[in-house]
């Protein structure tokens, strides 16, 4: 990742690359220090024109002016800030710059955002690649402002992004369910949160069926990763539980995926669990004084050996018995062992987050996240606040009990997918039947994994879930 660094504006280097952010659309307030008043003019008379971004060159400096951008909302504003560095991250790639000082007077908000916007897309995954790297790997942020604290965590933020992508871009030829709890094991070390593997015959004895049953046609073993980060004095007395999906591939199991092309980004079924990680990093490495848990059930979803087949009968951790009509519906069979073995934490909240259905991807896209759940509306509106400040939004589907038809079996307590209609809330009805306490379902399927670029979002893993549960922990702590 791009270094991060705060620096006063009196020592901004005028020499080198300088990027400043204008405080109004008509190029009013230029520092005279930065400009001649010949170069202002001409700056003016581009920001009338509707230029954005004017660029200037000369044999002594390089400077690019970006005009003050409006929205109806703060939100919208920011985000369009981020937006905007992501852009210009591209010209400053293809113009091979390699450091940095982005500039605003006293607004730290859209300032931030914009070097999120940069640093996010300037994100590569290069381990198996002869590529070449991107030149950009110094960012001074300086501002009037003092924003050495802000910058620090914005920059342990965006780690975790960046880490949370890795995992989700990493071949399953590598990252197995045992590879996956490693790596969150070094990423705790790293950051400061403990971390406890349990193997297949601790499994066993938990009498996790669901996480066993869609394990049973892989030839690797499953795992349960327990993550806790406990600060001394936490603000919450009971534990945040975080659950995270992690089917390391999924092939559909016997239910084999039919669709041209439907496998080939199958490695980003785990995007919930690394969300999780990237979630624990953030907080612990910042220091937030809240108490939590995480828990990841992993395995990957194949068809082969004893694989579980359609009309097959599993006993889950709860006691509850599923019968499995699609094997293609896996991600809710794991998360049920793990949301029922969240209850012995006696949770405040307990959240997941899962690539779950195409479903929830397909009515709403990339641009929202499917949420659900039984927390009450308090901490629904708090969730929704945070997603619209790190513009990974939600929007809430009912969970009304007309729904508990579609999953209704003849023969078991409960069949594992509804029918055509509903996709999206009919696996988090079949989830919260293993739930006894305030929960909140996040179907993360739309946005997890781009097949080509938006935004700061670069192709492949975007770490989708990780700014959101940061700002939603933060926000509580700052209530």
Same mark, same amino acid.
């Given at each position: 990742m791009a270094i991060l660094e705060f620096l006063p504006s009196k020592e901004i280097n005028l020499s080198g690359v300088l990027i400043y952010l204008a405080e109004t659309q008509e190029g009013q307030n230029l520092i005279s220090t930065f400009l001649t008043q010949e170069e202002i003019n001409f700056i003016g008379s581009q920001f009338k024109k509707g230029i954005e971004v004017v660029e200037i060159h000369t044999p002594h400096k390089t400077i690019f002016i970006l005009s003050s951008l409006n929205a109806e909302s703060n939100d919208d504003i920011v985000e369009k800030y981020r937006r905007k560095g992501a852009a210009l991250c591209h010209r400053l790639t293809a113009l091979k710059h390699t450091s940095v000082t982005i500039f605003k007077e006293n607004s730290a908000d859209t300032l931030l955002a914009f070097t999120e916007g940069i640093v996010l897309a300037n994100y590569q995954f290069l381990k198996y690649k002869s590529g070449t790297k991107n030149s950009l790997t110094k960012l001074f942020v300086s501002s009037e402002l003092n924003l050495t604290d802000k910058v620090a965590e914005l920059t342990i933020l965006l780690d975790a992004v960046y880490k949370t992508r890795d995992l989700v871009n990493e071949p399953v030829l590598f990252l197995t369910a045992e590879q996956l709890s490693k790596e969150i094991e070094t990423i705790g070390k790293e950051a400061g949160f403990s971390t406890e593997i349990f193997n297949k015959s601790k499994i066993q004895s938990l009498k996790m069926g669901g996480l066993l049953a869609v394990n049973e046609g892989s030839p690797n073993p499953p795992t349960f990763t327990i993550l806790e980060y406990k600060p001394k004095? &936490?603000?919450?007395?009971?534990?945040?539980?975080?659950? /995270?999906?992690?089917?390391?591939?999924? +092939?559909? /199991?016997? @239910?084999?995926? &039919? +669709?041209?092309? @439907?496998? $080939?980004?199958?490695?980003? $079924?785990?995007?919930?669990?690394?969300?999780?990680?990237?979630?624990?990093?953030a907080v612990a490495k910042n220091n937030l004084p809240i108490h939590l848990i995480g828990l990841i059930p992993a395995t990957e979803n194949r068809p082969g050996g004893n694989a579980i087949t359609p009309g097959d009968i599993i006993t889950m951790h709860n006691g509850k018995t599923v019968e499995v009509l699609n094997t293609d519906a896996e991600g809710r069979l794991i998360l049920a062992d793990a949301l029922s073995y969240a209850k012995k934490y006696d949770p405040e909240l307990v959240i997941d987050l899962a690539t779950l259905t195409g479903s929830a991807a397909r009515a709403i896209g990339k641009e929202a996240i499917v949420f659900m759940g039984t927390a009450d509306e308090t901490t629904k509106k708090e969730f929704t606040k945070a997603g619209f400040e790190t513009f990974e939004r939600l929007v809430e589907f009912p969970l009304w009990e007309d729904y508990d038809q579609y999953i209704q079996s003849d023969i078991a307590d409960l069949k594992n997918i509804g029918g055509n209609e509903a996709g999206a809330i009919t696996a988090g009805k079949f989830m919260q039947h293993f739930t006894s306490y &305030?929960?909140?379902?996040? $179907?993360?399927?739309? /946005?997890?994994?781009? +097949?080509? &670029?938006?935004?700061?979002?670069?192709?492949? /893993?975007t770490g989708l879930g990780v700014k959101l549960l940061y700002n939603f922990l933060k926000n509580k702590i700052n209530q």
């Open positions: 004095n &936490p603000i919450n007395k009971n534990p945040i539980v975080l659950v /995270g999906k992690g089917v390391v591939y999924d +092939t559909g /199991g016997l @239910s084999l995926k &039919p +669709t041209e092309h @439907s496998m $080939d980004m199958m490695k980003c $079924d785990m995007a919930g669990a690394a969300a999780v990680a990237g979630a624990f990093y &305030p929960w909140l379902h996040l $179907d993360i399927a739309g /946005g997890a994994f781009m +097949t080509s &670029p938006f935004h700061y979002w670069v192709k492949g /893993g």
